[in-house]
């Protein structure tokens, strides 16, 4: 039996889309899924538990996280309250303090840039945080006054 040429262009027509179709599809996960990140176990992250106590480059200065909120730091934008003091343990007030997150593994930081408010008494509130995607984070925070500089450093797990 010969078939005319518009039945064998349909019947190929056919073929191809069931291919298509069971070829394609989902993977079963969600439309959300993906590769989960968990870098807790990184020995360069440090563990949060308020308070966490750094001490900076030139140990002139350590700084003391007593509070992420989220907590522990997240995906998105997190506030911290900071606690800086002098080696001696004074604390440093009114200092003109900047924080830079950034993703070593990456090599980029977020588009937008956190501010740090004096509270007094060597008390600092961080807001505009940004972490926008799961992994290691760095965020240095450096004195105007100086050039001492101290850098936390936190896995974003997602």
């Excluded at 501010?115 to 965020?139: C, E, I, K, P, R």
Aim: aromatic share 8%.
């Amino acid at each position: 039996m010969q078939l005319d040429a518009p039945i064998r262009g349909s019947i190929a027509l056919a073929a191809i889309a069931i291919c298509f179709c069971a070829c394609g599809g989902s993977n079963g996960g969600s439309a959300d899924s993906g590769d989960v990140v968990n870098c807790q176990s990184d020995p360069r992250v440090l563990t949060y538990s308020p308070p966490v106590t750094i001490q900076s480059q030139a140990k002139t200065m350590k700084l003391t996280l007593n509070q992420s909120a989220p907590a522990p730091p997240a995906r998105g934008t997190d506030t911290w309250n900071i606690h800086v003091t002098d080696a001696n343990g004074t604390a440093l007030s009114n200092l003109t303090l900047t924080a830079k997150p950034f993703m070593p593994d990456h090599g980029h930081g977020p588009a937008v840039s956190p501010a740090v408010a004096s509270n007094g008494d060597g008390n600092y509130t961080v807001t505009n945080l940004y972490f926008f995607m799961a992994g290691v984070w760095q965020v240095t925070f450096t004195a105007k006054e100086s050039t001492d500089s101290a850098v936390f450093m936190f896995c974003v797990p997602g």
